[in-house]
Nanobody, 126 residues
Framework: QVQLVESGGGSVQAGGSVRLSCVVSGFPKNCMAWFRQAPGQEREGVATIGSRGVTNYADSVKGRFTISKDNFANTLYLQMDSLKPEDTAMYYC??????????????????????WGQGTQVTVSS
């Protein structure tokens, strides 16, 4: 059983930075991602990272957010810079095993992922 626990959220002014962490316990799965959900909106993909470190980002965060992972510490990170009020949301980390012959998902679809954390809130004020 894999458990994902996010931390690092909080309140920040527009233009500021926040780094989210997601600690993975249990047998880690190699494909990981960050998603977010704003009030009244559907959950959307933010960034993915595969077993070899290949990354993919939503257009809305490209150039501002960076996903990374520390395999030794079993921790996933999301560095968020130049934050905007529209980045306000609950942020979730997610994980899944790579598919045989296919590898990790490169899309930002939430149905690709099987394990989820409880989320950490990020609020950006203008």
């Amino acid at each position: 059983q894999v458990q994902l626990v996010e931390s690092g959220g909080g309140s920040v002014q527009a233009g500021g930075s926040v780094r989210l962490s997601c600690v993975v316990s249990g047998f880690p799965k190699n494909c990981m991602a960050w998603f977010r959900q704003a009030p009244g909106q559907e959950r959307e993909g933010v960034a993915t990272i595969g077993s070899r470190g290949v990354t993919n980002y939503a257009d809305s965060v490209k150039g501002r957010f960076t996903i990374s992972k520390d395999n030794f510490a079993n921790t996933l990170y999301l560095q968020m810079d130049s934050l905007k009020p529209e980045d306000t949301a609950m942020y979730y980390c997610a994980a899944v095993w790579p598919k045989v012959g296919v590898g990790c998902p490169t899309s930002l679809a939430q149905n690709e992922y099987t394990d989820w954390g409880q989320g950490t809130q990020v609020t950006v004020s203008s």
